[in-house]
């Protein structure tokens, strides 16, 4: 969606650490969330973050949270040729619509 | 553990024929949803189901229709396709509280309209 906007393309050597940024709209998402799609799949929950956090961190994953600047970003650290897919973000209910606004995804391309 | 089953999975259609694609999950959820993925769009919410009886218009609706037959099937109907309508459509499940906003995808069926 149009709200939710995210870079297309990103690409890396494996082992580097990778950084994929995304801006929202709607100040009062509870939660903001990272979904993996690999090839040929669905969408895959990956990580997410209470609005109230700045940051959070899981095993190489951290994700970065500006609220003043609706600004989201995920880091990958040791990126690995697995990690290619395309990484989405999402933002949460809004306008009492109760389902997830998705940005237009990152390509991430990890080259060995 | 199956999941969310979503068939079929490709499905080519000419202008102006009708199809429904069928969505199944079990995991006891009482949210689905119904989502298209255009390149260079990520995904638009079509319809969404809050739970089984109610259904309601997303932020793409105009085309399709939807059915939330029971807790566990959720099916979306294209009376009359377009090309347009040429996308790869995505069916999800969440549960609830907290778990809501959590989805859950099928693999995608692939339709192409001609």
């Known amino acids: 969606g149009e709200d939710v906007e995210q870079s297309l393309f990103l690409s890396v050597r494996e082992g580097d650490s990778s950084v994929i940024n995304c801006t929202y709209t709607?100040?009062?998402?509870?939660?903001l969330y990272w979904y993996k799609q690999e090839p040929g799949a669905g969408l895959q929950l990956l990580t997410y973050i209470f609005s109230n956090m700045d940051m959070k961190q899981d095993q190489r994953l951290t994700v970065l949270l500006n609220k003043k600047d609706k600004h989201l970003s995920l880091r990958i650290a040791d990126t690995q040729t697995g990690d290619s897919a395309i990484y989405f973000c999402a933002e949460s209910i809004r306008g009492g619509r109760r389902a997830l606004t998705f940005g237009s995804g990152t390509r991430l391309q990890v080259q060995p | 553990n199956a999941g969310v089953t979503q068939t079929p999975k490709f499905q080519v259609l000419k202008t102006g024929q009708s199809m429904t694609l069928q969505c199944a999950q079990d995991m006891n959820h009482n949210s689905m949803y119904w989502y298209r993925q255009d390149p260079g769009m990520g995904l638009r919410l079509i319809y969404y189901?809050?739970?089984?009886?109610?259904?309601d218009k997303g932020e793409v609706p105009n085309g399709y229709n939807v059915s939330r037959l029971n807790k566990r099937e959720f099916s979306l109907r294209l009376e009359s396709a377009a090309p347009s309508q040429t996308s790869v459509y995505f069916c999800?499940?969440?549960?609830?509280?907290?778990?809501?906003?959590?989805?859950?995808f099928g693999s995608g069926t692939q339709l192409s309209v001609l």
């Open positions: 709607d100040s009062s998402s509870t939660y």
């Open positions: 999800a499940s969440s549960g609830t509280g907290q778990d809501l906003e959590k989805l859950f």
């Open positions: 189901s809050a739970s089984e009886g109610t259904t």
